[in-house]
């Protein structure tokens, strides 16, 4: 069965500053999807990033970024100039061929002003 | 665009009776929807995935009996709790997908059961 592990349950940043948060999985699937999830406060899950495995190329939202690295089965998300609205809770989710999302357990983020 | 609603957001009810939580997809059309359950501060847990149409498969220890789904459109499926005790209290949360490897959430009924 497929596994992610977020192993920073909490990380903090300074407004404006980058922080990377770490995540890896456990597939012996070859083709797959990576996303990167945020839920605030209200609860309400948000897409961040997506990954497609068989792109090489790294995925970019605006100051969201990853670095995706299949070999090592590493997927870290990047955040550039933290903002306040950035504090949240950060889930991996690993998606292959079930179409079912394996969430890791998250990563708080706190970014002090 | 994308959006997924769920209905009710917030629900108090008795021990023992059932409650319904609805799931909508208002923009486009969910070949495939899935319900989780979150505790606080842990990480979603896959109760069942539903396709229109189909019966819903359920992830290994939910009581299907008990956890009803029923997926009657491509933007409606409706969870509903039978016999609800206060363990049952929890997060629910819904997600849809379009069938492009991607889901999309909805913002969560809270249930307490009494």
């Known amino acids: 069965a497929q596994t992610v592990t977020q192993s920073q349950p909490e990380m903090s940043v300074q407004e404006a500053e980058t922080v990377t948060l770490s995540c890896t999985y456990d597939?012996?699937?070859?083709?797959?999807?990576l996303f990167w999830y945020k839920q605030p406060p209200s609860r309400q899950m948000i897409l961040v990033i997506r990954?497609?495995?068989?792109?090489?190329q790294n995925a970019t939202e605006n100051r969201f970024s990853v670095n995706f690295q299949k070999a090592a089965k590493s997927f870290s998300l990047k955040i550039s100039d933290s903002q306040l609205g950035d504090a949240a809770m950060y889930f991996c989710?690993?998606?292959?061929?079930?179409?079912?999302?394996?969430f890791g357990k998250g990563t708080k983020l706190t970014v002090n002003p | 665009g994308a959006v997924v609603s769920q209905h009710p957001s917030w629900v108090i009810c008795k021990s023992g009776t059932s409650v319904k939580i609805e799931c909508r997809s208002l923009d486009f059309q969910a070949t495939t929807m899935f319900w989780y359950r979150q505790f606080p501060k842990q990480s979603l847990m896959l109760m069942a995935t539903s396709n229109e149409g189909s019966k819903a498969t359920y992830e290994q220890g939910v009581e299907k009996d008990k956890f009803l789904i029923n997926h009657a459109s491509l933007t409606l499926s409706t969870l509903t709790v039978t016999s609800a005790h206060p363990e049952d209290s929890s997060f629910y949360i819904c997600?849809?997908?379009?069938?492009?490897?991607?889901?999309?959430f909805g913002p969560g009924t809270r249930l307490t059961v009494l």
């Open positions: 990954q497609e495995a068989y792109k090489q």
């Open positions: 997600s849809a997908s379009p069938g492009v490897n991607t889901q999309y």
């Open positions: 989710a690993y998606q292959g061929g079930s179409e079912k999302l394996v």
């Open positions: 597939t012996s699937e070859s083709d797959y999807y």
